[in-house]
């Protein structure tokens, strides 16, 4: 494969004011493999526990981001990252000031594979 570049990310719609802008993935350049998307999220966001069948890498750059799971709730600052694995039932909502984050799914997000509740 060629080397391409990627000149802007599309803006993918979502209830509760989350603003979701995936450069690589399914909807933006067409890669089943992987996805890579800038998510802003609004102060006191949270959205619907999901079970997902791809493991998310999340990399905080401001705010917070809290992530109820199993074994607790993990609040995850800017400069930290947390990891999901498939199969794992998570839930995502932020801080008082808000989030602003980067997620990286393998394989890439869909909304058929993240089996949100609800």
């Given amino acids: 494969m ?3 570049k990627i000149d802007s990310a599309t ?5 509760g004011g989350k603003i979701i802008e995936e450069y690589v993935g399914r909807v933006n350049s067409g890669d089943a493999q992987i996805s890579i ?7 006191g966001w949270d959205e619907p526990a999901q079970t997902p069948e791809f493991t998310e890498y999340t ?4 705010g917070t981001v809290v992530v109820e799971h199993e074994g607790g709730v993990t609040e995850v600052g800017a ?3 947390f990891v999901s ?4 039932k998570i839930r995502y909502s932020c801080g008082p000031d808000g989030a602003e984050y980067v997620a990286v799914c393998l394989p890439a997000f869909s909304p058929e594979t993240v089996n949100r509740d609800g």
């Fill in 85 to 88: 694995e498939p199969g794992e």
């Fill in 37 to 43: 998307a800038h998510m802003t999220a609004p102060p």
């Fill in 11 to 15: 803006r993918i719609p979502v209830p």
């Fill in 2 to 4: 060629m080397v391409r």
């Fill in 59 to 62: 990399v905080v750059l401001k």
């Fill in 79 to 81: 400069g930290q990252a």
